[in-house]
């Protein structure tokens, strides 16, 4: 099983959280890959590279709650190129900072709504993690992924087991 990191950032935060949590989940799951969201588009997702693999997403927000620069085309391709993507399981870790009452954490909160849309399923919670507490997203991200990937392993063993007992 491979985990697939998709990186949306302005300033490398959701980089840094995504290379800390390369380093340290190395040991729960095979593989894991870090992809910058840029010049990714709905592809991404499409089955022969869904096979086998989870997907985090991993992204900031900006503006008035968007979506990061680089993560805007894979964004906009989800609505103008819509595929179903049912094969596709998911977590998220939206960064934000709740100074930005209205809008926080919306990036991540957008991808986890586009994905929902077109059929992919979420495995457990959206992850917040809030800038103005001063706390570091590498190591509470970390620490939460370990969770997620040990809830996402077993669902995933769960599901291939109903299947073929059925
Ligand atoms: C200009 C600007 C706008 C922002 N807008 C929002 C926002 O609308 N909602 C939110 O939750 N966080 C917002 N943030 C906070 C960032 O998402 C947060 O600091 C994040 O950790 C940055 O991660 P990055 O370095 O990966 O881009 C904003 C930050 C800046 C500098």
Known sequence: MKLKILVGTMTSTADYVAQAIQMDCADLIDDIEIMLMDNLDISAFHANQAENALYLICTSTYGQGDVPDNARALYESMAAQPQFLGHVRYGV??????????????????????????????????????????????????????????????????????????
């Open 93 to 166: 870790i939206a960064l934000g900072d709740r100074t930005y009452l209205q809008t926080f954490c919306f990036g991540g909160k957008k991808f986890d709504e586009r994905l929902q849309d077109l059929g992919a399923r979420r495995i457990g919670e959206v992850w917040c993690h809030d800038a103005s507490t001063g706390t570091m997203p590498e190591t509470e991200g970390t620490e939460w992924c370990r969770q997620w990937l040990t809830l996402a392993l077993q669902t995933l063993q769960t599901a291939a087991s109903s299947q073929t007992t059925a």
